[in-house]
C-alpha cells in the first residue's frame, strides 16, 4: 500500500526557514516524478513544486521561485522542500505526491495526512 508521511511543518516568523520531508513506500519512488502541493484554508490545492525522477528537472509555482527548492534522496525514498524567506502566504497544509511523468502532475497516489506550515509573527 501506497504512503506518503509528511513532516518537518510548524510555526515560524516570517523571513524563517523550515524543511519539509515525505517519506514514501509502495511504490518505485526511483521511478516517479515528485511533486510538493498546499491548500489554504478556503483555497484550492495548488502545486508548489515538482522534480522529476532522476532530480534533473524542476517545476515551481511563480510565488515560490527563489524562496523554495525542491530535492529528494531516491536511497531514502524521501523528498524534500526547503523553504527559505517564508511568507504569510504560504501558511498552508503542505502534501507530497508522485506522478509517472513531471508533464503530468495530477497526484497519483491518496493524499496523506500533509504537514501544517504557518508563517504568523
Given at each position: 500500500?501506497?504512503?506518503?508521511?509528511?513532516?518537518?511543518?510548524?510555526?515560524?516568523?516570517?523571513?524563517?526557514?523550515?524543511?519539509?520531508?515525505?517519506?514514501?513506500?509502495?511504490?518505485?519512488?526511483?521511478?516517479y516524478a515528485?511533486?510538493?502541493?498546499?491548500?489554504?484554508?478556503?483555497?484550492?490545492?495548488?502545486?508548489?513544486?515538482?522534480?522529476?525522477?532522476?532530480?534533473?528537472?524542476?517545476?515551481?509555482?511563480d510565488s515560490?521561485?527563489?524562496?523554495?527548492?525542491?530535492?529528494?534522496?531516491?536511497?531514502?525514498?524521501?523528498?524534500?522542500?526547503?523553504?527559505?524567506s517564508l511568507?504569510?502566504?504560504?501558511?498552508?497544509?503542505?502534501?507530497?505526491?508522485?506522478?509517472?511523468?513531471?508533464?503530468?502532475?495530477?497526484?497519483?497516489?491518496?493524499?496523506?495526512?500533509?504537514?501544517?506550515?504557518?508563517?504568523?509573527?
Amino acid at each position: 500500500q501506497v504512503r506518503l508521511v509528511e513532516s518537518g511543518g510548524g510555526l515560524v516568523q516570517p523571513g524563517g526557514s523550515l524543511r519539509l520531508s515525505c517519506l514514501a513506500s509502495g511504490f518505485t519512488f526511483r521511478t516517479y516524478a515528485m511533486s510538493w502541493h498546499r491548500q489554504a484554508p478556503g483555497k484550492e490545492r495548488e502545486l508548489v513544486a515538482a522534480l522529476s525522477s532522476t532530480g534533473l528537472t524542476t517545476k515551481y509555482t511563480d510565488s515560490v521561485k527563489g524562496r523554495f527548492t525542491i530535492s529528494r534522496d531516491n536511497a531514502k525514498n524521501t523528498v524534500y522542500l526547503q523553504m527559505n524567506s517564508l511568507k504569510p502566504e504560504d501558511t498552508a497544509v503542505y502534501y507530497c505526491n508522485g506522478d509517472r511523468t513531471i508533464n503530468r502532475l495530477v497526484g497519483g497516489f491518496d493524499w496523506g495526512q500533509g504537514t501544517q506550515v504557518t508563517v504568523s509573527s
